[in-house]
């Protein structure tokens, strides 16, 4: 289903893929295997992100089964046939539907010029037509692992999405019609944005002037009231009169910053908790630089999540508290409780209950940015990491853009430097294009323990900070949410932690994807869903979301409703700051000022 769902996402028609990804291969394939790769010291040289390779393989494996060849040839030729026969109807003013279609979320085609003019609807019946083609061959390659399909379409897939004629002036209609009609000056606002984008180096999303950190995004009142190397924590001013005894800790992911749960008020998680009546804290992390090179993924959960639970615990006077984690966030929680549950006993730890957002924790399948990944590109990656003690912030942005090129980038490419339409205004963009650098030491025992190596799965193979990590010895409840459409955490791989642990587990899924999945507030009509269920060991992901009971509107309101009973009484707030931890700043804090 990742991968159906991954070739749609080019804005082409992979006809019957599921049945042929799922057939028997021709005897003398080896499906199971990947094709002989270089070795990796000169692959991570010559090509660390496996571009050219798996298409080379892809061209071998054809050559090498001409039965398998000539029959993908005749059925190319039949398609050819009947799309030159459509387009002559076309052109002699037959009134047709088109012969391939787009995709529903293939917007690049949408005016109505694209379908009832027949030049252009023919220009576009050929684009399709090449790239369903080009796309249909990846996917039916003979003696191909899937791995190796995957990587070849993808990279195939970039060149198609940036061929495609809506990306020229030449060749969009709706670029030349909104030049005629503005008499040129919709090209000279286009050059004018194309030169803005040069100089920030980068295709804008959205423009940088509308949002400010601290004056219109995460203004939510509170008080930096412990700060390391590693961190800030944020304490936030209550705004019920009485709250929860059990404080709640967020740990936010650290390859971005924390705001994107405190954006506008009207779409800010911690704004919403305070009003239930929860007394929060976040951890806001420090952007790395040259001199944190040596910080290593140790202690990022002892110098960084043992700490916020600490001062927190400290701080408001409770034995305990409720953790919850995002994305990687929620990944170092997971090991941050595991590590707990293998030095104390269940009643002796520090976290009372745990939440999950669209995090992952077996990284078997860890959706579109495992082609980016293998043994090459981590070593790539590492020797630049280790000359310089990081990774820099826009070069990760853009490896997660080109996971959604079609949308991320071409359609700010074509509204923007063709159409000279202003870049609209979006604090979650903004927020995106807010980028964060990774400590070099850090994400390469990410990417090589856990990503290529998979380690937190077996008990016992990872160890952190001197302590065997397993995370079957957790046995706090725990509350989980995937996202229907989140391609950077697929929901089915967030829900293996069911199977890997012990404990009370709720699940929960919501409609949309990683970033508006979970920012998801309560809106009058409701504007998502999301079905919510207990989960077991040995569940199937199909099987839950076929039985589980689905609800119009947030999650946010199930989440709470589950956290107040496992928050204690309430009482009057604790003091913001205190004379141990005494305030450092207002929020948001300096970290997250950090560029």
């Known amino acids: 289903a990742k991968e159906k769902r991954a070739c749609k996402r080019g804005g082409v028609h992979i006809r019957s893929y599921w049945v042929r990804m799922n057939a028997p291969q021709p005897s003398s394939a080896l499906a199971s295997q990947d094709s002989p790769a270089l070795p990796g010291n000169l692959q991570s040289l010559l090509d660390p992100f496996g571009i050219v390779a798996p298409i080379v393989h892809a061209q071998f494996a054809w050559w090498s089964h001409p039965t398998e060849f000539t029959d993908r040839w005749i059925r190319a030729l039949a398609e050819l046939y009947a799309l030159e026969l459509h387009s002559a109807q076309r052109l002699a003013g037959q009134r047709l539907p088109d012969l391939i279609t787009t995709q529903e979320d293939d917007k690049r085609f949408s005016d109505s010029s694209w379908m ?190 043992g700490e916020a639970m600490r001062v927190a615990r400290e701080l408001s006077g409770a034995e305990k508290v409720n953790a919850a984690g995002y994305c990687i966030g929620g990944t170092l929680l997971s090991v941050y409780m595991a590590r707990l549950a293998r030095q104390l006993p269940p009643e002796q730890n520090p976290v009372a209950s745990w939440t999950l957002f669209a995090t992952l924790v077996d990284f078997q399948s860890p959706g579109d940015i495992e082609v980016f990944i293998d043994e090459g590109s981590v070593t790539w990656l590492t020797e630049k990491m280790r000359s310089r003690g990081y990774l820099d912030g826009p070069e990760m942005a853009s490896t997660f853009r080109l996971l959604r090129s079609n949308s991320l980038v071409w359609h700010y490419l074509m509204h923007g430097w063709l159409y000279g339409e202003p870049l609209p205004p979006s604090d979650i963009l903004y927020w995106n294009m807010d980028c964060t650098r990774m400590a070099g030491r850090m994400h390469e025992f990410y990417l090589r323990e856990l990503y290529l190596d998979n380690k937190l799965v077996t008990p016992n193979a990872l160890s952190v900070a001197n302590v065997p990590i397993d995370l079957g010895a957790i046995h706090q409840p725990l509350y989980q949410v995937g996202a229907e459409d989140d391609h950077i955490t697929p929901w089915r791989q967030n829900f293996r932690i069911n199977s890997l642990i012990e404990g009370e587990k709720r699940f929960v899924l919501t409609t949309s994807g990683h970033i508006l999945g979970i920012v998801n507030p309560p809106v009058t009509p409701p504007k998502r869903r999301y079905r919510a269920a207990a989960a077991h060991r040995g569940d199937a992901a199909d099987a839950w979301a076929a039985s589980a009971e689905q609800h119009a509107g947030s999650w946010w309101e199930d989440w709470t409703g589950w956290l107040a009973p496992r928050s204690g009484e309430k009482r009057a707030p604790p003091p913001l700051a205190s004379a141990g931890f005494a305030k450092l700043a207002d929020a948001p804090g300096t970290y997250v000022l950090e560029r």
């Not at 970039?158 to 990306?167: G, W, Y």
């Not at 030049?179 to 804008?204: H, P, Y």
């Not at 790395?288 to 040596?294: G, K, Q, T, V, Y």
């Open 116 to 305: 009832q003019q027949p030049a252009w609807a023919l220009l576009k019946q050929w684009y399709l037509f090449y790239a369903r083609s080009v796309q249909d061959a990846l996917f039916d390659t003979p003696g191909l692992s899937p791995k190796e399909r995957r990587r070849a379409a993808f990279w195939w897939r970039q060149c198609l999405n940036a061929m495609a004629p809506t990306n020229f002036l030449l060749t969009n209609p709706v670029a030349m019609r909104k030049a005629v009609e503005s008499g040129g000056e919709s090209l000279k606002r286009g050059f004018d944005i194309f030169l803005a984008d040069m100089q920030a180096g980068t295709i804008r999303m959205t423009g940088q002037e509308g949002f400010a950190v601290g004056k219109n995004l995460a203004i939510t009142p509170g008080a930096v009231v412990f700060r390391n190397r590693l961190l800030e924590l944020i304490h936030y001013a209550p705004t019920a009169a009485q709250v929860h005894a059990t404080p709640m800790v967020i740990v936010p992911p650290c390859i971005n910053k924390f705001y994107v749960l405190d954006l506008q008020p009207k779409k800010s998680l911690i704004k919403y908790l305070l009003e239930q009546g929860f007394d929060v804290y976040i951890t806001s992390w420090k952007n790395p630089d040259a001199s944190m090179r040596a910080t290593g993924f140790d202690e990022y959960i002892t110098e960084g999540v």
